[in-house]
């Protein structure tokens, strides 16, 4: 076969290019995984569970393959999701152990004090006021710490604007988070983080406290800059 029948037969540039955006896609896709795109996350919740019984989600997944359960992956009724991804946060160089500790503690400081007010309260209606469950009052601060705006720098014609802008799901949940823990280590040396963060979680299920007036400082700094606010679109 001569040379111009060869050439012939390879792919053209254009195949070539559009196959290695193909793979890149992929790639972008599922960075740096083993699994193939089609593979199922596990599903360990037990309220989850019973939605994909319910729904006859569970049915259809009978024989899809499902990626291997991760080492925090757990099944026991009492696991909480937000709890273990606030324990990663509060984890320094990898003790994950002491983190864990440290918020178990201060779950029971709450405990003891809400405890201690449900004791002190004379009427029924004062006592199904109080809330005894620190998993609840924990969901509950959180919710009251998350912000709804935050601020973006965006160049416009040589000067650097902060441009209020909705914040996501996640980005608020971690700064609630990020702002908690902040402020439970600014403490005096007396007193531990667990005492401390008890304090804290406690004040924001009151709408009160250090964190929750950081994040209203925050929304009013948009409300400051609320001018700058069509830049977002620009």
């Avoid at 503690?105 to 004791?119: D, H, V």
């Avoid at 040396?189 to 406290?209: C, I, Q, S």
């Amino acid at each position: 076969m001569s040379l111009s029948g060869v050439l012939r037969k390879l792919p053209n540039f254009n195949a070539i290019h559009s196959h290695l955006n193909f793979l890149g896609r992929i790639a972008r896709q599922q960075p740096y995984s083993m699994y193939q795109p089609f593979v199922k996350e596990p599903t360990y919740n037990i309220e989850k569970l019973k939605e994909l019984i319910e729904s006859g989600e569970a049915k259809k997944r009978e024989f899809v393959p499902v990626k291997a359960a991760k080492s925090d992956h757990n099944v026991s009724v009492f696991h909480d999701e937000l709890t273990s991804k606030f324990i990663n946060m509060v984890m320094e160089k990898g003790h994950k152990e002491i983190a864990t500790k440290l918020v178990e503690t201060a779950y029971m400081k709450i405990k003891q004090m809400q405890l201690a007010k449900y004791y002190k309260a004379t009427t029924d209606e004062e006592r199904a006021e109080i809330e005894l469950n620190p998993i609840v009052i924990f969901h509950k601060a959180l919710e009251n710490c998350k912000p709804v705006l935050q601020l973006t720098p965006i160049k416009r014609g040589g000067a650097t604007y902060q441009v209020p802008i909705p914040i996501k799901e996640n980005r608020a949940r971690f700064l609630a988070m990020k702002w908690m823990i902040l402020e439970s280590r600014e403490k005096e040396r007396k007193v531990h983080f667990p005492e401390r963060l008890a304090y804290e979680l406690l004040d924001a299920f009151n709408n009160t406290g250090k964190v929750v007036k950081r994040k209203q400082d925050l929304h009013k700094q948009c409300e400051t800059n609320r001018a700058y606010a069509h830049y977002r679109w620009g």
